[in-house]
T-cell receptor, first 117, second 109 residues
């Protein structure tokens, strides 16, 4: 099936630093990728929709200056958490659609667990 | 706004059948998905319904009633490995998926 790879899987950083998470579609081109955040024992919350070659669309309540999204190619989107704080500690998951399959079916990356000290 | 409700937790016995319900009220509907998520892992796709009725795939079946804003996931012949969270998600736009809070299923011997 379609494969989405996410890196790093785990990252620990100090408060105030920035962290970049990469999301790659390995065997298909993804014009649209999605970034979700999941706190413990909660469901996935959509943060933003990343469109190749254009600005990301952020969900209400998500700070676009804090969560920088870049979708420079059809196979790569990055999420940068700037000036991270302990409350940003969460599980971040990217996903993408493969238009050749079930319409709207999302393929998820492995997720990145961010811990901010 | 979007509202998707599922029971928080369920417990069932190995070999039995369990039904996980999902009700939704969303602005827009382009389909309903069920995902399985093991702790600390990304969700994996289980099923997709866009028309009313039952979709069967092996031990898993999913039902949709659009007029009632209701879906269920049916798991048969439960196995211990089926212990996981089951997420109901509604596609509201071209690709947007909104997730319910998930149902944590525990399968006991």
């Amino acid at each position: 099936g379609a494969v989405v790879s996410q890196h790093p899987s785990r990252v620990i950083c100090k408060s105030g630093t920035s962290v970049k998470i990469e999301c790659r579609s390995l065997d298909f081109q993804a014009t649209t990728m999605f970034w979700y955040r999941q706190f413990p024992k909660q469901s996935l919350m959509l943060m933003a929709t990343s469109n190749e070659g254009s600005k990301a669309t952020y969900e209400q309540g998500v700070e676009k200056d804090k969560f920088l999204i870049n979708h420079a190619s059809l196979t790569l989107s990055t999420l940068t958490v700037t000036s991270a704080h302990p409350e940003d500690s969460s599980f971040y998951i990217c996903s993408a659609t493969d238009s050749g399959r079930v319409p709207g079916e999302l393929f998820f990356g492995e997720g990145s667990r961010l811990t901010v000290l | 706004g979007q509202n998707i409700d599922q029971p928080t937790e369920m417990t069932a016995t190995e070999g039995a059948i369990v039904q996980i319900n999902c009700t939704y009220q969303t602005s827009g509907f382009n389909g309903l998905f069920w995902y399985q998520q093991h702790a600390g892992e990304a969700p994996t796709f289980l099923s997709y319904n866009v028309l009313d009725g039952l979709e069967e795939k092996g031990r898993f079946s999913s039902f949709l009633s659009r007029s009632k804003g209701y879906s269920y996931l049916l798991l048969k012949e439960l196995q211990m490995k089926d212990s996981a969270s089951y997420l109901c998600a509604v596609q509201t736009g071209a690709n947007n998926l909104f997730f319910g809070t998930g149902t944590r299923l525990t399968v006991i011997p």
